[in-house]
């Protein structure tokens, strides 16, 4: 496994680094914090580059990359970090789709995906919040031409600015099936939830009507095959998580090398170095394990395990970092214009997605067999 980004990767590299100079400045992302700049605002610079379709096949009108090459543009997006819907609709909806959807879904959807004119945002999670097949209580109800649906669907990445939701419901028994539903349609209310968390939303459902033809691939269970597409977008997420662990970190070291107590600067006082010792150990360890669950996913090997270690390292390190980032930052750490804040409310927005620390390490135990 060579870990070494090869010369396209520090190509787009370098264009997502462009991009955040020259789009998303930390000025500009305190502003979409602060809710002063909408973050829609952003989207065509994200288009443009391509990365909406880093994973969508050249002849569904996306790049056709690797898991490896979308590892590196994610990652460079969390250092920001960014937010908005590049990951919700250009990986894990993509994904979605190409796991669970028919050739003419993939068709009529995948493209719209990759050149940002269709923003989708996947609807699993409900207010008794899991990613289990059993957290799925909405039910779909049977219709002469197709389904209703009625329901909540609770903390959902990106579910404001989505233009189409694919929903998770309950088709009969212990079926789930997945259904692609205009965010604009009768019966659908979305809104945007307050608190700590970054973009997430509540997606009502009061009657929707869909046809037979909203249903993923026309299967009355799709969560195998959604899981499939759940577990590659996990490791992408890592990735994002680990760009911000990155960014945490540096602001960390700038700041305990500027930082001036008792006539010397504070990096040299021991339970400084502590916390910053803490926050590397978090980075590399999150940082190496995504790597190989990437490689693993794009060399075809058996990536279960892997990708279980590398999101519980991803998420439970950003979220620990942050505290020990805060710890060194004492006051300033708080004030928003500072931009610590920024990796604070992520870490905690993503803490839970795609399944929290203890859900990946019951994976990872089963799929050692432990």
Not at 107 to 128: K, N, Q, R
Not at 199 to 228: H, I, K, Q, T, Y
Not at 237 to 260: D, I, K, N
């Amino acid at each position: 496994m060579d870990l070494l980004l090869n010369e396209q990767q520090r190509m787009l590299q370098s264009t997502i680094q462009d991009l955040l100079r020259r789009d998303f400045t930390k000025e500009t992302l305190v502003a979409i914090d602060a809710g002063s700049v909408d973050v829609a605002q952003g989207w065509p610079a994200l288009a443009s580059t391509g990365l909406l379709g880093s994973l969508v096949p050249e002849e569904h009108g996306g790049v056709g990359g690797s898991f490896g090459d979308a590892g590196v543009l994610f990652e460079e997006l969390g250092r920001g970090p960014v937010p908005g819907a590049h990951f919700s609709s250009g990986v894990f909806a993509a994904l979605v789709l190409q796991e669970c959807g028919s050739e003419e879904q993939q068709a009529a959807h995948l493209p719209a995906i990759a050149s940002g004119d269709e923003v989708f945002a996947v609807a699993v999670t409900e207010p008794e919040y899991g990613w289990e097949r059993s957290d799925v209580q909405l039910v779909a109800e049977r219709t002469s031409n197709g389904y209703t649906l009625s329901g909540v669907k609770l903390h959902i990445p990106d579910a404001v600015q989505a233009t189409h939701l694919l929903v998770a419901a309950r088709t009969g028994g212990e079926a789930v099936g997945l259904f692609i539903v205009p965010a604009d349609a009768p019966g659908v209310a979305c809104r945007t939830l307050s608190g700590l968390s970054t973009g997430l939303g509540e997606v009502l459902l009061d009657g929707v009507a869909v046809g037979e033809d909203a249903l993923l691939g026309g299967a009355s269970d799709a969560w195998d095959a959604f899981e499939r597409a759940m577990l590659k977008a996990t490791a992408v997420l890592s990735a994002y998580q680990v760009g911000g662990l990155e960014s945490v970190f540096q602001m960390c070291l700038e700041y305990s090398r500027t930082r001036r107590q008792f006539q010397q600067p504070i990096g040299r006082f021991q339970r400084v170095q502590d916390h910053i010792i803490d926050i590397v150990n978090h980075l590399d360890a999150a940082r190496w394990t995504t790597y190989e669950a990437l490689w693993k996913l794009d060399t075809g090997r058996p990536a279960e395990s892997g990708v279980h270690m590398a999101a519980a390292l991803a998420s439970e390190g950003y979220y620990l970092a942050c505290n020990a980032a805060h710890d060194v930052h004492a006051g300033v750490g708080i004030v928003r214009e500072y931009g610590l804040t920024l990796h604070t409310r992520m870490s905690r927005t993503l803490y839970h997605h795609l399944g929290s620390p203890r859900y990946h390490r019951r994976r990872l135990a089963g799929a050692l067999g432990l």
